[in-house]
């Protein structure tokens, strides 16, 4: 394989080994916060969603934050492949007005623009997203506590501080200043364990689901935060990348369907956006035992536009000239569909010596 790359924790290599992969193994699928760089896994997103899982039965759940909220909403919609290539158009199209002398829009401004993309692409349809007869979705938010339970121009910034120091120190310490909401639209128990991080669960519906949406991909001080969600806890709800940047979660999967399938943009799982920069929380830990990653080999990403994933700061590198960075992005969608085309070739004759470990 030249593109892909293929991770697994012990217990996902072992069923390998015994077993190769099938579509009725997986369990949970993850979908990590990332922004831009979650483009390249659109053409892997409308293979397994779209071929491959079809082919099976079982109930599987869907764990998404920000971008990868989306993603698993999108899964959920019918005629999925058809959706998923909409939300590709539709991100790398995004553009927003500058005012005089900024490099950036205003937090309300893109906070604006990207609900009534939301109300555009999901209107009439959540009805699609919570009745889906196989997936279980769920959007992971942060929700602010104390400081940060309202939004405030002083207040904010130094609530994040606060929350930046304390997760310096350990993880869970973040918790006195954010919290983990999930808004699910399942009966059943979260498909991961809790004792890891405060956290509450909420029920998703049809009141309140293009809020949650939009709270789990509001990036602090990019987009304003979303305020007293329908049905959850009053305050202010922010990115679920916040405290599940990579969803890096104590995963309960069924004997039946025992496997995490992750389409990840790299190989390391970071547990919180403000883990970024600790490297020693960025490796595998018990919590990834069933966990089976896809991700791209570094050296074919080196040969992507500017020799990297897209990312957020392609915004401030392209500036104005949207139809520059609108082909930057639409190089590497194109290049991805290596990933998936690889990913099927493996599936067909699933081999363990091409599985490394995660």
């Not at 899982?53 to 058809?82: E, F, K, N």
């Not at 496997?259 to 929380?281: C, E, N, S, T």
Request: aromatic share 10%.
């Amino acid at each position: 394989m030249k593109a892909l790359r293929i991770y697994a924790g012990p217990a996902a290599r072992r069923h390998i080994e015994q077993h190769g992969l099938r579509a009725r193994d997986v369990g949970i699928v993850p979908a990590a916060a990332g922004g831009p760089k979650g483009l390249i896994l659109g053409p892997l997103d409308r293979f397994v969603f779209g071929q491959w899982l079809p082919t099976s039965q079982q109930p599987v759940h869907l764990v998404g934050a920000s971008i990868g909220a989306w993603r698993m909403a999108t899964a959920c919609l019918d005629d999925s492949v058809r959706a998923f290539e909409r939300l590709e158009a539709d991100y790398i199209s995004q553009d927003y007005e500058l005012p005089p002398g900024r490099r950036t829009p205003t937090a309300e401004h893109v906070s604006e623009r990207f609900g009534e993309s939301l109300q555009s692409f999901y209107g009439g349809r959540v009805h699609e997203v919570l009745a889906h007869p196989r997936y279980r979705l769920h959007i992971v938010t942060s929700r602010g506590r104390h400081m940060l339970g309202r939004e405030h121009k002083v207040g904010t910034p130094l609530g994040y501080l606060g929350a930046f120091l304390s997760n310096t120190l350990h993880r869970k310490a973040m918790g006195a200043w954010l919290e983990r909401v999930v808004f699910s639209n399942s009966a059943d128990m979260l498909p991961f364990g809790t004792t890891d991080y405060r956290t509450r669960r909420v029920t998703l519906t049809d009141a309140n689901f293009r809020h949650a949406l939009q709270a789990s991909c509001s990036i602090p001080f990019v987009l304003k935060a979303v305020h007293d969600i329908p049905g959850a806890p009053p305050g202010a709800y922010w990115d679920g990348g916040i405290t599940d940047y990579h969803l890096h979660l104590d995963y309960r999967v069924p004997s039946e369907a025992p496997i995490v399938l992750y389409p990840h943009f790299q190989k390391a799982v970071v547990p919180g956006w403000l883990d970024k920069g600790l490297k020693w929380r960025h490796r595998a830990s018990a919590f990834l035992d069933s966990t089976i990653v896809l991700a791209p080999d570094p050296q074919w990403v080196a040969r992507l536009p500017n020799r990297k994933l897209p990312d957020r700061t392609d915004f401030a590198r392209y500036g104005t000239d949207l139809r520059a960075r609108m082909a930057a992005w639409t190089a590497a969608v194109s290049a991805s569909r290596e990933l998936a085309d690889e990913f099927a070739q493996w599936l067909a004759q699933p081999d363990p010596g091409l599985v490394h470990a995660l």
